[in-house]
């Protein structure tokens, strides 16, 4: 099945550049265009993509909001978003996460990779580097002004196993980097994962990060 993507960046030659990319793989396609956060929300819908690769700086809106847009809409429930930035620890690529994007990508990384990372993305899964995440969280956090977080009660519905594995996907682990580590199938760590997911509310991979820090049960600076 070919993966539907839409470019969003305001710079015409880097969506260029982006298109002949994507569509140079035959499992890819790129069903749309925007120069703004306005129209990438508005192609999202009438493109059907399955992906969105969204550049944060952008006129009229940028890419955090549009990224908040997409995902709170239940019609685009099936929408991705791949966040693109100049640099890989970001000021804005922690809040692109809290908005409902499902990772993020240097625009410096190597095309394959890019490819790769519309693919996971698409699968469902989240695109994080442990250490970009590690240390962007970081910063975040030590931010006295941020929003209220949740509280450590939240984390009262998962069981043990479940916690544990929360820890090591926050820090940036597979399931099949989890499975070997834990002795388990990797079928038994999605499984996890899954139920993690359903009880915590969250969206993706991308989001349960968020939390694990949020909630204290992942610390910056730990391993």
Do not use: C
């Not at 982006?18 to 749309?32: M, Q």
């Not at 549009?66 to 709170?72: C, G, L, N, Y």
């Not at 994080?128 to 977080?149: N, W």
């Amino acid at each position: 099945m070919t993966i539907r993507v839409l470019l969003a960046d305001d710079q015409v030659l880097v969506r260029a550049g982006l298109k002949v990319l994507v569509d140079s793989d035959p499992d890819l396609e790129v069903v749309g265009e925007a120069a703004n956060g306005r129209e990438a929300v508005r192609l999202a819908r009438e493109a059907r993509a399955d992906v969105v690769l969204m550049d944060i700086r952008m006129p009229e809106l940028d890419g955090l909001a549009a990224t908040r847009e997409i995902t709170a809409d239940e019609d685009l429930a099936g929408v991705r978003v791949l966040v693109l930035t100049t640099f890989e620890v970001d000021d804005y690529v922690f809040e692109a996460l809290r908005s409902g994007a499902s990772g993020f990508l240097g625009k410096g990384a190597e095309p394959g990779d890019l490819l790769d990372a519309i693919r996971v993305v698409a699968r469902g899964e989240s695109l994080l580097s442990p250490i970009a995440t590690r240390s962007l969280i970081s910063r975040f956090l030590s931010q006295p002004d941020r929003t209220p977080a949740p509280t450590p009660e939240k984390l009262s519905v998962l069981t043990e196993r479940e916690r544990e594995i929360v820890v090591l996907v926050a820090g940036g682990a597979s399931n099949d980097d989890i499975a070997e580590g834990l002795a388990v199938s990797p079928l038994t760590v999605k499984t996890h994962v899954s139920r993690a997911l359903l009880k915590l509310g969250a969206r993706d991979r991308a989001q349960l990060v968020v939390i694990a820090y949020e909630t204290g049960l992942v610390r910056a600076g730990e391993r």
